[in-house]
């Protein structure tokens, strides 16, 4: 049963929307949130793997909103306090995104013969998408930014959400075009690997696939929430924000830690060669690691071999 008072809801000076927010549920994602943080933390310790960090944020932002919002709650005439938990719920995802580009140009790099979809190389192919998705980060801050705070007049409000959900429609976009060359690099792979090397890139593919759909499933609620403004139906009923957002990302960190890339891209020799071991051997001759024993010719050989030699680690880009 509801409680007959509730200061989020019922206090004039409340920066909440019209009903009355639980504790419980985010003191649940609270400590779900710090799960997946700890759990991303040691992953990325164990298998040495630098840009996990990426996938740390989105979890730690998770995590910080619902502790703000607990706060929040508790203290609900505070703005700083709402504004917190409503900027970092809103970008957290991009993390997840930019991950997500990182994770699949080193695949691209492990399990193709040219190292490369469409000409790109793997190590511009993650860094070209990670600087789309800071574009859309940048878009979606100002957004949320104007968008929230006290004493804004519902003009000033609704020109913030709008740019917001530019931003998201950004990043919708550049999800939409990377799907395309994920499925490149998908019938690549399974040209260059053998059927019996398959399984393991495979399934953490699908995962990149599933992390793709969850952050447009989310796309999709934020844009429909905000269509009409901040005082909306969907907005009074947090639920759905439990679900089609917060449980949608939780789930999207959580097959990271399942099928973590550093378990099935092993050992120092998978990550990106340095910019210095690429040019030691020229940069016309960096193959894919599914290339190792498949170029004959004396020259491209001994180059993957030089290569593999010289490679002292990758970059965390």
Same mark, same amino acid.
């Given at each position: 049963m509801a409680p007959s008072y509730c200061a989020a809801r019922d206090d004039p000076d409340s920066k909440w929307p019209n009903f009355c927010p639980s504790t419980a549920a985010a003191y649940l994602y609270c400590i779900l949130f710090a799960l997946t943080l700890i759990a991303h933390i040691t992953q990325s310790i164990i298998y040495r793997k630098g840009y996990s960090w990426v996938v740390a944020m989105s979890a730690l932002w998770q995590f910080l909103a619902y502790a703000f919002r607990i706060v929040s709650i508790k203290n609900p005439t505070k703005t700083s306090w709402y504004s917190a938990w409503f900027i970092l719920i809103l970008l957290a995802p991009l993390w997840i995104n930019a991950y997500v580009y990182m994770v699949l140009g080193r695949m691209v790099y492990n399990y193709t013969k040219s190292a490369k979809i469409l000409g790109v190389k793997a190590w511009r192919f993650g860094l070209t998408f990670v600087g789309l998705d800071i574009v859309a980060f940048i878009v979606q801050v100002i957004g949320a930014a104007s968008a929230s705070g006290s004493n804004k007049s519902h003009t000033a409000i609704m020109r913030g959400l709008h740019v917001y959900m530019g931003g998201v429609g950004l990043q919708q976009l550049f999800?939409? *075009?990377? &799907? !395309? /060359? %994920? #499925? /490149? &690099?998908?019938r690549e792979m399974n040209r260059d690997l053998p059927k019996a090397s398959r399984p393991r890139p495979l399934t953490l593919l699908y995962v990149v696939y599933s992390a793709l759909a969850l952050v447009t499933v989310r *796309? #999709?609620?934020?844009?429909?929430? +905000?269509?009409?403004? /901040?005082?909306? !139906? #969907?907005? %009074?009923?947090? %639920? +759905?924000q439990y679900v089609f957002d917060s449980t949608a990302m939780l789930i999207a960190l959580a097959l990271f830690n399942v099928v973590h890339p550093g378990r099935i891209m092993l050992g120092k020799e998978s990550n990106f060669p340095s910019r210095k071991d690429r040019k030691a051997v020229g940069k016309d001759h960096v193959w894919g690691r599914a290339g190792q024993n498949s170029h004959t010719t004396d020259e491209n050989s001994q180059s993957w071999v030089n290569l593999d030699r010289v490679q002292s680690k990758g970059s965390n880009v």
């Open positions: 999800i939409i *075009i990377f &799907f !395309g /060359l %994920a #499925i /490149l &690099f998908h *796309i #999709i609620f934020r844009l429909v929430e +905000y269509s009409g403004g /901040l005082d909306t !139906g #969907i907005s %009074a009923h947090e %639920a +759905y």
